[in-house]
T-cell receptor, first 116, second 113 residues
Framework: NAGVMQNPRHLVRRRGQEARLRCSPMKGHSHVYWYRQLPEEGLKFMVYLQKENIIDESGMPKERFSAEFPKEGPSILRIQQVVRGDSAAYFC??????????????FGEGSWLTVV | AQSVTQLGSHVSVSEGALVLLRCNYSSSVPPYLFWYVQYPNQGLQLLLKYTTGATLVKGINGFEAEFKKSETSFHLTKPSAHMSDAAEYFCAVTPARPDKVIFGPGTSLSVIP
């Protein structure tokens, strides 16, 4: 059973470009979470999605950031017009449906975004 | 609302010594509690979790944690530190229903030879 797959692992973008980060959850998982980790900081919740629905986006910046989890395909975290402050590690996690497994979430290896 | 505090952003122990990483939480509903470990440039790996039942939970790599409701704590311990335990450790909480998982700020563990 493959784990949570994230790509790209490393992404370099110039200021003003767009960054797209992809996440394929573990097989059978229908919940996806995105977290951001800034240097020397902990994990900050960004958004929680189920298939075709955003459940909680209270941690998402109001502008330039969006997330989706379509019926088919991976979840996408999209950052438009990137700025240097967006440089961080972005982690995706997934969990089984209906609170199974005690809401345990399983993490991918992360995508490191560098804005130059 | 849930929140997590971890006392001590950096902890150093000698190899073979007891490891104690502290975690306190606040939750308005019965919580599920987790400890994750992160090695440099990697994702987070689940060490152990508490959902219901026995309050002393054993995890991987010799770690264990005890849920103490009266103290709202979930401290992580290991009797004897190993060099390979050096990493960042995160405590996390979620309510006992599908919801986001909230992480503490993390504790960096150093193991001195």
């Amino acid at each position: 059973n493959a784990g949570v797959m994230q790509n790209p692992r490393h992404l370099v973008r110039r200021r003003g470009q767009e960054a797209r980060l992809r996440c394929s959850p573990m097989k059978g998982h229908s919940h996806v979470y995105w977290y951001r980790q800034l240097p020397e900081e902990g994990l900050k919740f960004m958004v929680y999605l189920q298939k075709e629905n955003i459940i909680d986006e209270s941690g998402m910046p109001k502008e330039r950031f969006s997330a989706e989890f379509p019926k088919e395909g991976p979840s996408i975290l999209r950052i438009q017009q990137v700025v240097r402050g967006d440089s961080a590690a972005y982690f995706c996690a997934s969990s089984p449906p209906g609170g199974q497994g005690g809401n345990t979430i399983y993490f991918g290896e992360g995508s490191w975004l560098t804005v130059v | 609302a849930q929140s997590v505090t971890q006392l001590g952003s950096h902890v150093s122990v000698s190899e073979g010594a007891l490891v104690l990483l502290r975690c306190n939480y606040s939750s308005s509903v019965p919580p599920y509690l987790f400890w994750y470990v992160q090695y440099p440039n990697q994702g987070l790996q689940l060490l152990l979790k508490y959902t219901t039942g026995a309050t002393l939970v054993k995890g991987i790599n010799g770690f264990e944690a005890e849920f103490k409701k009266s103290e709202t704590s979930f401290h992580l311990t290991k009797p004897s530190a190993h060099m390979s335990d050096a990493a960042e450790y995160f405590c996390a909480v979620t309510p006992a229903r599908p919801d986001k998982v909230i992480f503490g700020p993390g504790t960096s563990l150093s193991v001195i030879p």
